[in-house]
């Protein structure tokens, strides 16, 4: 998840291949998250944010898509993110949990929420660095 994008764009094909870039990036994003994300979501209450989830999950581009294609599902995981982030930041570091199960190892939830906001906000700001390209 810690991988570094350069954004410097000169021409058409570099574009193209920061989108696949950032389809990568957000698909190993939801690999690597959307369990943790659901955990903390069910725990703090926000069970709405699962459509969401869910949302991002139903996403899908055909092989035969063109750039613009591309760029419309981008932007609409965009969209689901920014929704997600808001969520995800409303919720208090010290909120009192529904259930007590869900997370591996001693961390406390502050923990899981700081570091699944941050990672959030990167993987917005990469698809918001691909799509004003």
Do not use: K, Y
């Not at 920061?18 to 698909?27: D, I, M, P, V």
């Not at 932007?75 to 909120?95: K, M, Q, T, Y």
């Not at 899981?112 to 941050?118: D, K, M, N, R, V």
């Amino acid at each position: 998840m810690n991988s570094i994008i350069l954004t410097h764009v000169s021409s058409p094909a570099d574009s193209q291949l920061l989108l696949e870039a950032a389809l990568e990036r957000l698909g190993a994003w939801l690999d690597d998250e959307r369990d943790t994300l659901g955990r903390i979501f069910a725990q703090c209450g926000r069970r709405h944010a699962a459509a969401a989830l869910e949302g991002l999950d139903q996403l899908h581009l055909e092989p035969s898509s063109d750039e613009a294609a591309l760029r419309d599902l981008l932007d609409e995981a965009r969209a689901s993110l920014n929704f997600l982030c808001d969520i995800l930041c409303a919720i208090p570091s010290r909120c009192r949990l529904e259930t007590a199960w869900g997370f591996p190892g001693p961390a406390p939830l502050h923990v899981h929420l700081g570091w699944s906001a941050a990672r959030l906000v990167d993987l917005i700001s990469t698809l918001d660095r691909a799509l004003a390209s």
